[in-house]
């Protein structure tokens, strides 16, 4: 491999001098710097434009994009040439919907946009206090009151209706919500120097880190009803959402006791002397230091709970992926999951891509 | 629970020795262990009644049963009237299956990658970061259900694709050509594990011997000695034939040669691809870690670059590189439970059918946890003896 020896970073004897058009000059060093450099880059270029030829005529060129209603004969026309895009102005109110009543799906919508506003209002440094807790409740209830609505006027819609993307952002920010509190407890449990609740604290987060999630989403929808006294039973997508909290409180437990061992010790000390009790000590002082140091791993183990959350398809919850999965049953379009999949993926990358790229400037800042 | 106050307590009467911080501190733990007691008290009675209620027995006595579940594609045989703990065993192999061979790829995948975002080739840095940035961003399952629909699109066996000669890609997975592996090739292979460990051995104390008086001594002609020529040596001894069983069509399906099936092979795809997306950032971050002035001063010893890249750069990469590699395959396990979504049986799909057929749903999702429990252990364990002897030796 020649990539490793030549390290961008590393002192290399420019014998070449620095004159000459600078296109030519960037193409000889950042392509061409070497033969086996030419090379690759020739072989890339000729894999890449392969590719590239290869999708824009499938996607593109012999693509079908808009076919009458329920008519699936052009894009069986071509298919295996080009894309059939038509599935999805025909399918894109369930896959993102689901079963949600058709003439109140403005209610999802606007969820959903609430949602992505929080997301962004949270990204604000300047807002990083304690009124954003406030908001993020706030905000929460208010999407609580859209989706089931039955009061100011909106019609009730049971949560078994409920589909798509919203199930998805709300799986992962009530995840998010409810399993940040249970981490923190759980990562002071951790550090307390009190034998049975460090114990109690280990055994926790081993249990749940150790196992995957599906078992954990398994036990959450079979073995449920067998714990719970006889006759009482709660929604499935709220024994999915219990079980994503508890999975989501693992982990960030661990996230979050990095960020405490990060505080120095002379800042417990200080709040020693202060006479803080424990509680308002680690509220005061510790936790606010803490979280500060682990917001971009944060961000990442947030993204990963968001991707986690499509897993709830192999229970039977529909969320963003499950329908996706759902539309293409239907006989007329079956051969065209590729595209839908493709769609889908699209919305999953457009929300983590910007998640990432948001944890990336954090560490970029760090410290300023 | 002001626990981390430094001072040693002064010490008083008999509930005296108990200052007022430990009395809270054990206030604190009877209330908080009563608490966990109770709830765990509450499941386990709701349980027991519950079972009761259902007539279902509880204990282990169900996987003496006959699990008439099929199990279609295995590593070890299976039949539909073996009992339960065999599908459960079968089940266990499988997912060793996809996650040893998942790990050994995805690691070689994910460092090539990782390099490649190194280079100083514009064009291969990028793609290799396009290509990091795309798998990570969407969902493992989405991809795994992505690469099975593509699995299911290939032509069928009559017009498979064929890559290379004997190998051939169609909706009945990859079918590959194999070496028959009996007793005879199993000697030969063993010889040349043993001659392995004895080169590993011997190289430690040619390794000993440089210490001493700084004089390199060459260690390949043992590795060739000992890992090639001896078990050719065996092999002509004892006349072991290695035929290679090139798979051929017949009617509508394939004879021959190692198949693997649609669900595994995009499982397998699935997991490797996703992983090696992860991967390849922790070799990038471990090899930037190692610090410019290594590269200097090795340039500056006149090393040369093979040698300063073995001895000196990846020794360093690797103590960042270990531990949340660690982590990546404990996931990679973990996630090869997806498999459940395709129906590539691995032990959780196993197990959720036993679920299903049985009701004994305690019983087997402990059997999932310990499983689990073993498998990260088991990794857990060799990465940290692993990652002990790269250490640090300070002094």
């Not at chain 2, 299956?97 to 080739?121: D, E, F, K, Q, W």
């Not at chain 2, 069509?249 to 995009?266: D, H, I, K």
């Given at each position: 491999m020649t990539a490793i020896t030549d390290m961008p970073d590393l002192p290399r004897a420019s014998r070449r001098p620095q004159i000459g058009n600078p296109v030519?000059?960037?193409?000889?060093?950042?392509?061409?710097?070497?033969?086996?450099?030419g090379i690759l880059t020739i072989v890339l270029l000729a894999v890449l434009a392969k590719g590239v030829i290869g999708f824009v005529q499938w996607g593109i060129a012999n693509a079908v994009w808009l076919t009458p209603a329920n008519d699936s004969s052009a894009c069986k026309a071509v298919r295996g040439l080009g894309a059939c895009w038509a599935i999805i102005p025909e399918?894109?109110?369930?896959?993102?919907?689901?079963?949600?009543?058709?003439?109140?799906?403005?209610?999802?919508?606007?969820?959903?946009?609430?949602?992505?506003t929080l997301y962004s209002l949270s990204t604000r440094r300047a807002l990083w206090r304690r009124e954003l807790a406030f908001l993020w409740i706030g905000a929460l209830a208010l999407i609580s009151v859209l989706m089931w609505g039955g009061v100011f006027g909106l019609s009730f819609v049971s949560q078994d209706r409920w589909g798509g993307l919203p199930v998805t952002?709300?799986?992962?920010?009530?995840?998010?919500?409810?399993?940040?509190?249970l981490g923190i407890l759980v990562a002071l449990g951790r550090r307390s120097k009190l034998p049975a609740i460090r114990s109690l604290s280990v055994l926790y987060v081993e249990l749940i880190r150790g196992v995957p999630l599906v078992s954990l989403l398994f036990m959450a929808s079979v073995m449920f009803p067998l714990f719970m006294p006889a006759g009482f039973n709660i929604d499935k997508l709220l024994r999915a959402q219990i079980a994503i909290i508890l999975f989501a409180g693992a982990y960030l437990a661990e996230v979050i006791r990095g960020g405490l061992q990060a505080v120095p010790r002379g800042q417990y000390e200080a709040a020693d002397a202060l006479g803080l009790s424990y509680w308002r000590k680690h509220r005061l002082v510790v936790l606010p230091q803490a979280i500060r140091h682990v917001i971009p791993p944060l961000v990442n183990t947030f993204i990963a709970f968001f991707k986690d959350t499509s897993l709830v398809l192999i229970i039977g919850i529909f969320d963003l992926l499950t329908t996706a999965k759902t539309a293409i049953i239907d006989p007329a379009w079956q051969q065209f999951s590729v595209e839908v999949y493709i769609f889908v993926a699209a919305i999953y990358f457009v929300f983590c891509f910007a998640m990432s790229r948001y944890s990336r400037s954090l560490e970029a800042t760090s410290g300023r | 629970m002001t626990s981390?106050?430094?001072?040693?307590?002064?010490?008083?009467?008999?509930?005296?020795?108990?200052?007022?911080?430990?009395?809270?501190?054990?206030?604190?733990?009877?209330?908080?262990?009563?608490?966990?007691?109770?709830?765990?008290v509450f499941l386990w009675s709701n349980t027991v009644t519950n079972l009761t209620a259902r007539r279902i027995t509880t204990g282990f006595a169900f996987?003496?049963?006959?699990?008439?579940?099929?199990?279609?594609?295995?590593?070890?045989?299976?039949?539909?009237?073996?009992?339960?703990?065999?599908?459960?065993?079968?089940?266990?192999?499988?997912?060793?299956?996809?996650?040893?061979?998942?790990?050994?790829?995805?690691?070689?995948?994910?460092?090539?990658?990782?390099?490649?975002?190194?280079?100083?080739?514009?064009?291969?840095?990028?793609?290799?970061?396009?290509?990091?940035?795309v798998l990570r961003d969407i969902p493992l399952l989405l991809q795994l259900l992505f690469w099975y629909v593509m699995m299911q699109a290939l032509p069928a066996a009559r017009a498979a694709w064929r890559p290379v000669e004997g190998v051939f890609l169609s909706n009945r997975g990859l079918i590959l050509p194999a070496i028959p592996i009996g007793v005879t090739q199993l000697w030969?292979?063993?010889?040349?594990?043993?001659?392995?460990?004895?080169?590993?051995?011997?190289r430690r104390w040619l390794v000993s011997q440089q210490m001493r008086d700084g004089k390199p001594r060459p260690a390949w002609p043992f590795a060739l000695g000992l890992i090639v020529v001896l078990p050719a040596a065996v092999?002509?001894?004892?006349?072991?034939?290695?035929?290679?069983?090139?798979?051929?069509?017949?009617?509508?399906?394939?004879?021959?040669?190692?198949?693997?099936?649609?669900?595994?092979?995009?499982?397998?795809?699935?997991?490797?691809?996703?992983?090696?997306?992860?991967?390849?950032?922790?070799?990038?971050?471990?090899?930037?870690?190692?610090?410019?002035?290594?590269?200097?001063?090795?340039?500056a010893l006149?090393?040369?670059?093979?040698?300063?890249?073995?001895?000196?750069?990846?020794?360093?990469?690797?103590?960042?590189?270990?531990?949340?590699?660690?982590s990546q395959y404990l996931n990679l396990t973990k996630n090869s439970s997806l498999s459940v979504a395709i129906g590539y049986q691995d032990v959780v799909s196993v197990a959720n059918t036993t679920l299903n057929q049985t009701g004994q749903a305690i019983e087997v999702i402990s059997l999932i946890m310990a499983v689990f429990l073993t498998i990260s252990l088991g990794i857990s364990f060799f990465m940290n003896w692993y990652n002990a002897r790269l250490a640090l030796a300070e002094r």
């Open positions: 030519l000059r960037w193409l000889r060093t950042n392509l061409f710097s070497s033969i086996p450099n399918k894109y109110r369930f896959i993102l919907f689901g079963t949600y009543p058709f003439d109140e799906q403005w209610r999802p919508a606007l969820a959903v946009l609430l949602f992505i952002l709300i799986l992962a920010t009530f995840g998010l919500a409810f399993g940040f509190p | 981390d106050d430094p001072r040693p307590p002064p010490r008083r009467g008999f509930f005296g020795a108990l200052g007022p911080n430990e009395l809270k501190g054990l206030f604190w733990q009877v209330l908080v262990v009563g608490i966990a007691v109770a709830v765990v996987l003496g049963r006959e699990a008439s579940m099929p199990i279609a594609d295995s590593l070890l045989a299976y039949n539909p009237r073996d009992s339960y703990l065999w599908a459960f065993v079968v089940g266990v192999a499988n997912t060793l299956r996809v996650a040893v061979i998942g790990i050994v790829l995805a690691t070689i995948l994910g460092t090539l990658i990782g390099v490649s975002r190194l280079s100083a080739n514009w064009l291969l840095s990028r793609l290799a970061a396009v290509y990091v940035e030969v292979l063993g010889t040349a594990v043993l001659g392995f460990v004895a080169f590993l051995v011997i092999s002509l001894l004892l006349d072991v034939s290695w035929t290679i069983e090139w798979p051929q069509l017949r009617g509508f399906n394939f004879v021959g040669g190692l198949t693997l099936a649609p669900e595994y092979f995009a499982l397998l795809v699935a997991l490797v691809t996703y992983t090696s997306a992860f991967i390849a950032e922790i070799v990038r971050s471990g090899i930037q870690s190692v610090p410019r002035g290594q590269w200097d001063a090795a340039s006149g090393l040369r670059r093979s040698f300063m890249l073995r001895q000196i750069i990846l020794p360093q990469a690797l103590r960042v590189i270990v531990p949340p590699m660690t």
